[in-house]
């Protein structure tokens, strides 16, 4: 039986349980450990107390557990982390976020000529894909609420004439209903298909990628971290 578990907030929509039984069947033992405060949080010690083979972390605590942990490669150390495994009296992490974010990034962009690459938000997510763009040399606009205030209405026809593939890495309560230039991509890691129907129709011009591939690259890479592949 694999013992998997996620930890996060508000986690019952969740898609990961039905990838996981996917990719390993139905002897799986699969948990949501739901939170809505950091505070109720267990130790790692507890959390694997019931020989949980891994444990995936998802927003708001993917800092949560970063100073407990270790990384096994120097160049892969984040400040945000989503998968943990046990070694022994040690807790091991990666972010297999970056992983699987660099793999489609580097697909999407090679198979395709943008003129612009946008990247909207702050948080982890966007930390990690600010990685893997510098990663592959690529330049791009970074535009946060900070900044630029509601991101949700921004124009960005108006600001890029010409075709981009935007990169949503904003939470999932947020709706693009903004403009874009025809012939735009617009790359919503969520995986919530609400997103895309909010988008203008632009008679059909702006492609619309959600991140349900983008949840199972996580689970693959995540699986090869516990060595359950």
């Known amino acids: 039986m694999y013992k998997l578990a996620l930890l996060g907030r508000n986690i ?21 450990f739901d939170f809505s405060h ?32 270790h990384f096994l490669n120097p160049d892969l150390t984040f400040s945000a982390i989503n998968c943990i495994r046990r070694n022994k009296n040690n807790f091991e992490a990666t972010n297999t976020d970056y992983l699987a974010l660099e793999e489609i990034l580097n697909d999407l962009l090679t198979a395709n000529v943008y003129s612009n690459i946008v ?19 690529r330049s791009y606009t970074h535009l946060t609420r900070k900044s630029y205030g509601d991101l949700s209405k921004i124009d960005l026809s108006s600001q890029i004439k010409d075709e981009a593939v935007v990169l949503n890495a904003c939470s999932r309560d947020m709706y693009f ?6 012939g735009s991509t617009f790359f919503d890691f969520n995986y919530d298909m ?3 129907s909010v988008i203008p129709d632009q008679k ?3 492609d619309y990628i ?13 699986l090869d971290f516990w060595a359950l592949s």
């Open 119 to 137: 990247l909207l938000g702050s948080g982890s997510m966007a930390e990690i894909t600010q990685k893997v763009l510098n990663k592959l040399n």
């Open 38 to 69: 950091d505070k109720e949080i267990p130790s790692l010690e507890e959390l694997f107390s019931d020989d949980l083979m891994g444990l995936s972390i998802t927003a708001p605590y993917k800092k949560h557990f970063v100073d407990q942990v």
């Open 194 to 196: 609400k997103h895309a």
């Open 204 to 206: 059909r011009s702006i």
């Open 12 to 32: 019952s929509h969740s898609q990961s349980p039905a990838i996981y039984r996917k990719l390993l069947g139905e002897n799986l033992d699969y948990k949501l």
């Open 177 to 182: 209903s903004g403009n874009l230039s025809r």
């Open 210 to 222: 959600d991140g349900l591939n983008l949840l199972y690259l996580q689970a693959k890479y995540a």
